[in-house]
């Protein structure tokens, strides 16, 4: 598959669901290398990716749904700001109600919800999932520099015919992961990532997120 450098990145979406074909190997870390090519201030290349698959990622899954179904949580002040504005807001809500309208689940089916939410601790089904981590000394240049790096993963994964979700969920559940994966303590784990191929058969891989208008976040001046 060769796609131009605009075609990966106009194609790429977030899925959330994928079949069990596996991804080889080598693909996996022909990826990894080439998005390790991101830019980092003065170059100190932050990032920290454990690549998990079979029964290390089922084990992780495991873990991470039994707490989720015990309501083990914890929140998300670390990633999502404490208060949502606009047009941040809507923007938010219109992707949530998008997707439930596509799955049927109607405001109210809180059970319903859930399920859906619980997919994302199983990297929906994606026969690989990554956790990304980051010293815990590195402050907004880090994660602006770890961001640069899932990009170029997102959109390299396109390249080899590929799909990606990146998943702040798992960061409700941090505390399980670094225990499970036994993490060192200075590692802050920052997100998720499942890769694999796209199941075109699952309605939820329909969803087509909408772009604001230049006019809405660029200012020309001269």
């Keep these: 598959m060769s796609l131009t450098a605009t075609e990966a990145i106009t194609t790429r979406r977030s899925i959330r669901a994928f ?18 090519r991101a830019p980092s201030g003065t170059n100190i290349q932050p990032w920290h990716v454990i690549v998990l698959q079979g029964d290390a990622k089922n084990d992780l899954v495991d873990a991470v749904q039994a707490a989720f179904d015990s309501g083990d949580s914890k929140s998300q002040d670390e990633y999502y700001p404490s208060e949502f504005v606009e047009p941040y807001l809507a923007r938010r809500r219109k992707i949530g109600w998008d997707m439930y ?6 405001r109210g089916e809180y059970d319903k919800m859930a399920a859906q939410a619980r997919k994302n601790y199983e990297f929906f089904g994606a026969p690989v999932g990554m956790i990304f981590t980051l010293h815990e000394t590195m402050r907004s240049g880090g994660w602006m520099d770890l961001g640069l790096f899932l990009g170029n ?6 390249e080899h015919g590929l799909h990606t979700c990146p998943q702040a969920a798992w960061q409700e559940f941090g505390h399980i992961v670094h225990e499970h994966l036994d993490l060192p303590a200075e590692q802050a784990m920052i997100v998720g990532l499942a890769l694999g191929y796209e199941d075109t058969d699952a309605i939820v891989n329909t969803l087509t997120t909408e772009r604001a208008p230049l006019s809405e976040f660029v200012e020309f001046r001269s």
């Design 153 to 158: 993963i997102m959109t390299l994964a396109r």
């Design 19 to 36: 079949t069990n074909e596996p991804v080889p190997q080598d693909v996996i870390e022909k990826i990894l290398t080439d998005a390790a």
């Design 101 to 106: 309208g596509l799955l049927g689940i109607e």
